[in-house]
């Protein structure tokens, strides 16, 4: 199957920055996308997701934007908090597909 | 809402063991899933179910085996554990298609 890949295996931030996670998808015929935040001990858990009609989608402090043309999602994190401290993950969907994820990024904030 | 419930959360296993891993959920999904959890590998699928009685494998289904007989539970089956199956098992759950899963919280599983 198709791989979702990142830009950035760790990213250290300073509290109260903003943070960016990239995250590159090979497969064209993605049609939707969803960022999840991983914390030490627990499951994943869903911030946001965008469908491939759409450029850019914002929720609370966080914003993702979609570039098909070069195949690229980025989450953006914004005024980022210590409890921003997780691992984040990208996942893509083909279709009626299960959702493929990525490795991850390990965001740190740094108070 | 309970979620999507995961037990046990801890178990460690003798090579050549077998055990089930129990999912349940309350949401009334469609769909259930199993991923496994390995260091800079991000989650993989092992097995999917996309109602009662239909399952089908995903990326990495050796050694494991499902059922769906509710809507409710969905197992996961070690038949014969070995030590490349020591990991942490994430069941997640939604509608179907698929528009963001709800995950449990995990079974880290050690098999020695």
């Known amino acids: 199957g198709e791989s979702v890949g990142l830009h950035l295996p760790t990213l250290s931030v300073q509290e109260g920055d903003n943070s960016i996670i990239n995250c590159a998808y090979s497969?064209?015929?993605?049609?939707?996308f969803i960022w999840y935040k991983q914390e030490s001990g627990k499951g994943p858990q869903f911030i946001i997701d965008i469908r491939s009609n759409m450029d850019k989608r914002q929720g609370q402090r966080v914003t993702v934007l979609l570039n098909k043309t070069v195949k690229h999602l980025s989450l953006q994190i914004a005024a980022t908090q210590p409890g921003d401290s997780a691992v984040y993950f990208c996942a893509e969907r083909i279709g009626n597909t299960p959702l493929v994820f990525g490795k991850g990024t390990r965001l740190s904030v740094i108070a | 809402n309970a979620g999507v419930t995961q037990t046990p959360k801890f178990q460690v296993l003798k090579t050549g063991q077998s055990m089930t891993l129990q999912c349940a959920q309350d949401m009334n999904h469609e769909y259930m899933s199993w991923y496994r959890q390995d260091p800079g590998m991000g989650l993989r699928l092992i097995h999917y179910?996309?109602?009662?009685?239909?399952?089908d494998q995903g990326e990495v289904p050796n050694g494991y085996n499902v059922s769906r007989s509710t809507t409710e539970d969905f197992p996961l089956r070690l038949l014969s554990a070995a030590p490349s199956q020591t990991s942490v098992y994430f069941c997640?759950?939604?509608?179907?298609?698929?528009?963001?899963?709800?995950f449990g919280s995990g079974t880290r599983l050690t098999v020695v």
């Open positions: 179910s996309v109602g009662a009685g239909i399952t």
């Open positions: 497969n064209s015929a993605s049609d939707y």
């Open positions: 997640a759950s939604s509608y179907w298609p698929p528009y963001g899963y709800t």
